[in-house]
């Protein structure tokens, strides 16, 4: 059964990807994007990574071609023909690179095997002693949080880095964070719309709060409920405009708060250091070492939360304010 | 606090930035800056002098000890490494404050500093991690940090330059990230040292095989070795003059110690020969970058793409010393590594006080500048004569270990290209030289520039000063490159023999 779920999904992603290649308007090509997103992420619930099918629905499959939508209204919807098309060499490397992939396949343990390399090493140790040592159920969150959370403060560093190099990218002249004037504020005109929206929101936005402080138990944790809670505001102000949203919650706020996140996980692990211990050591937080444990990754998955959800709503303003500086 | 030495160079600009997010007057944000990048600094120099003493440190970060946690694992040539990135960042911070107020305007200054600060937490943090996957989000972090910073050159070409780079360096970074999933599937870790012993016993492996070459490939996208270099003219052209110092200065060279890593230590040298032809490989496109490169940049018109053409043909003589394969050669690459830095570093910062001065790096515009700008211009000679490889700068002792080495294999062929290499060096140089010194001056762009003797400002005067003046010193007293060079080669070769 599987296996037929396996065969139909990726038959489906090849498809997609195909098309993708072969469709010209751009419209089209982002839809298609989204639905790429939408099926990698079932295809990673069909491999139980749970945790990243839950971002790729959200980001692969929602923010970022909500993100190349707003883009395609600014810059027209027709790709303007290149005057002259060398296939033959990037073809060459492209096939090149794919014999390769292919190469490497050849000698990887099988799917699934119990005697895989990545499944003797280090990974016992997580499956068996995560339960003692960070005791929480959710040993994805326990590798991510606390084992490596090294790793998990440099990516939440790239989510800061990618807000601060869309800011300056663009940013328009002389408007750093400004508050737009209200003249455009718009209502939405359709009723549907309307109601519905008014319904969803609150509902987006707790759920965000739910998948937030119950990464430990099932899957999520600050990535997605940053995502989700994003997603939440962005739906806002793209059916009030980006006046009203920013009123709710003005951009020198969400540019403070993305920075105020990373320094929230980064000075948790300074507490460590304070005490003489390795940095993002969580065992100084408390006397037990597994209250410890659940009080640090309480706290870096906040900062993950509010500055995952600060970048995007941030991002999301960059593209708004260039859309309406367009339109007027 | 000394036994978290280890984290400090790469912690301090990582709170660093964000907290300078949070500033938001760029005066305030550039002190902000400055302080974390001369404090990084002073960590590094602590941290060379500590492994110096006692070896190799290690540090496991959240305190679970490696494979389970991530660990730092700090060798000389991290220490090297780390010193040079962090004392680069200080120089173009202290000195490039003018500059970075004329190419940028004033909404944009303090944010170009939080992603300085993030570029620089992204190259230490490769720098400093012994955990392959650590190595690959700072990665990330520099990369996106360095494109949104190529991006705010002067005008809109820049913007361009930047998304070559971004599409360029994405797939680089991608090939690093296949491989490092390929031998993660392989051996069941991460950590630089667990995988270099459990490689070996791959060799036969077709995938560790396929791991290792998207690594390498991915590396050299990173490093600009020809022929993946064509995002680098572009980028160095048109990024804001401090911009290209940090870069040019820093970004290859941390990118060739990725590539050392990785061939000599994760996987031992007997793995990466047996995979992949690397002694022909990196010395005949070494070779070829040399040529290619110098010949690039002799005809260029404009003087700052000349010499971002010059780094891919040094790029080239890194990699022929890395290719050589002896501990001299690698000895010769590392040193190497440090003295472009310097040659490179006051290079670009004198063509930055002049770009200040005449609007651009155009050779047209550079005519005659020597008699208004008699200091700026004389740095600017030194950085050249070192490039050139010039007996009393830092060049020439590069050049000499790389000779020393190729002779040593006796490639007698390969002695007489590096040699001739350094002609069509000198060829440039001197190009340089007639311009800016014989040349009789044009109408300048930038109108406020006063007539007759006008030095640069005094920041960028000073940093440029100092980074010829070291260009001299460390052509005399070679004590801190050639011994830290050699003490990294040495253990690099020691952990590939069983």
Not at chain 2, 445 to 452: E, K, L, R, Y
């Given at each position: 059964m599987e296996l037929l779920v396996d065969i139909a999904l990726l038959s489906m992603l090849v498809a997609t990807a195909v098309s993708l290649i072969l469709v010209r308007g751009l419209v089209a090509s982002i839809m298609l994007t989204s639905i790429y997103g939408l099926l990698s992420a079932s295809f990673f619930v069909t491999m139980d990574a749970v945790d990243v099918a839950f971002t790729e629905a959200a980001v692969g499959a929602g923010v970022s071609p909500l993100l190349l939508l707003m883009t395609v209204a600014l810059v027209g919807r027709v790709e303007q023909q290149p005057r002259k098309r060398h296939i033959a060499f990037p073809l060459l490397l492209v096939t090149v690179t794919g014999v390769l992939l292919i190469v490497g396949t050849l000698d990887m343990p099988p799917f699934g095997s119990a005697d895989a390399p990545a499944l003797q090493h280090v990974a016992p140790r997580y499956l068996q002693q995560s339960g003692e040592e960070i005791g929480i159920p959710n040993v994805v969150t326990s590798v991510l949080a606390s084992y490596r959370a090294y790793d998990t403060l440099g990516e939440v560093l790239v989510i800061f880095t990618a807000g601060i190099a869309v800011i300056l990218v663009l940013m328009l002249p002389g408007r750093r964070g400004s508050v737009p004037d209200d003249a455009g504020r718009q209502r939405p005109r359709n009723v549907v719309v309307n109601v519905v929206s008014k319904i969803l929101i609150p509902f987006m936005l707790l759920f965000a709060l739910y998948v937030q402080f119950h990464g430990e138990y099932g899957p999520g944790g600050g990535f997605q409920a940053g995502v989700i809670f994003a997603s939440g505001i962005i739906l806002y102000g793209l059916l009030y405009g980006l006046p009203s949203v920013c009123r709710v919650i003005p951009p020198p706020v969400v540019e403070a708060l993305a920075a105020l996140g990373v320094l929230l996980y980064a000075l948790t692990g300074v507490l460590a250091l304070l005490d003489g211990r390795p940095f993002l050591d969580y065992s100084v937080l408390a006397t037990d070492p597994v209250t410890a444990q659940y009080l640090g990754i309480t706290a870096i998955e906040l900062g993950v939360g509010v500055t995952v959800a600060s970048v995007i709503i941030t991002i999301f303003y960059a593209f708004a304010a260039h859309l309406s500086e367009a339109q007027r | 606090m000394l036994s978290h030495l280890p984290i400090l160079p790469v912690l301090l600009p990582l709170l660093g930035a964000p907290i300078c997010a949070l500033l938001r007057k760029p005066v305030a944000a550039w002190l902000f800056a400055c302080t974390v990048a001369l404090l990084t600094f002073a960590a590094a120099i602590a941290l060379l002098a500590q492994t110096w003493q006692q070896g190799v440190l290690s540090y496991a970060l959240g305190g679970w000890a490696a494979p389970w946690g991530i660990e730092y694992r700090i060798d000389l040539l991290n220490g090297l490494v780390l010193t040079l990135v962090s004392g680069m960042a200080s120089a173009v911070l202290l000195g490039g404050r003018a500059s970075i107020w004329r190419e940028t305007p004033e909404e944009k200054r303090s944010l170009f500093l939080v992603a300085f600060l993030l570029c620089l937490a992204g190259l230490q943090g490769i720098a400093a991690t012994g955990d392959a996957f650590n190595l690959f989000v700072f990665l990330e972090i520099s990369s996106l940090s360095t494109y949104a910073l190529v991006a705010t050159?002067?005008?809109?070409r820049a913007l361009v330059a930047a998304y070559n780079y971004l599409i360029m360096g994405t797939i680089g970074a991608t090939f690093i990230l296949i491989g490092i999933g390929f031998i993660y599937m392989l051996t069941g870790t991460l950590n630089m040292m667990d995988l270099a012993q459990r490689l070996p016993a791959l060799t036969e492996s077709r995938t560790a095989f396929a791991g290792f070459v998207f690594i390498i490939v991915g590396v050299c996208l990173k490093l600009a070795l020809f022929p993946l270099h064509l995002w680098l003219p572009g980028a160095y052209t048109h990024a804001s003059s401090m911009v290209t110092v940090f870069l040019a200065a820093t970004a290859t060279k941390v990118a060739l110690y990725v590539l050392i890593r990785f061939s000599f230590s994760v996987f031992r040298l007997e793995f990466s020969t047996l995979a992949l032809p690397l002694e022909t490989v990196f010395l005949t496109l070494g070779i070829v970058a040399v040529f290619a490169g110098s010949l690039v940049a002799i005809y260029q018109p404009d003087l700052k793409r000349g010499l971002a053409y010059s780094s891919v043909a040094q790029i080239g003589y890194m990699v022929i010393g890395v290719g050589v394969g002896t501990v001299i050669g690698l000895q010769a690459a590392l040193v190497h590594l440090f003295n472009h830095a310097l040659m490179k570093g006051a290079l670009f910062m004198a063509l930055a006080a002049v770009v200040y001065r005449?609007?651009?790096?155009k050779f047209s515009s550079l005519r005659g500048i020597g008699r208004e700008m008699p200091l700026t211009c004389a740095c600017m000679l030194l950085g050249g004569l070192s490039l050139i490889g010039?007996?009393?700068?830092a060049g020439f002792i590069s050049k000499w270990y790389l000779v020393v080495a190729v002779a040593d294999r006796e490639q007698w062929v390969l002695v007489a290209l590096i040699l001739a290499g350094s002609l069509l060096t000198a060829v440039y140089i001197w190009r340089l030289v007639e311009t800016v010194y014989l040349g009789v001056p044009g109408p300048r762009?930038?109108?406020?520039?006063?007539?007759?003797r006008a030095e640069a400002p005094p920041g960028l005067l000073a940093v440029s000063v100092v980074l010829a003046l070291a260009n001299v010193y460390f052509g005399f007293d070679t004590r801190l490159p050639v011994e830290a060079a050699s003490g990294a080669a040495e253990s690099l070769f020691a952990a590939g023999q069983p």
């Open positions: - | 050159g002067r005008d809109r005449v609007g651009d790096g010039v007996p009393g700068t762009q930038v109108p406020d520039s006063p007539a007759g």
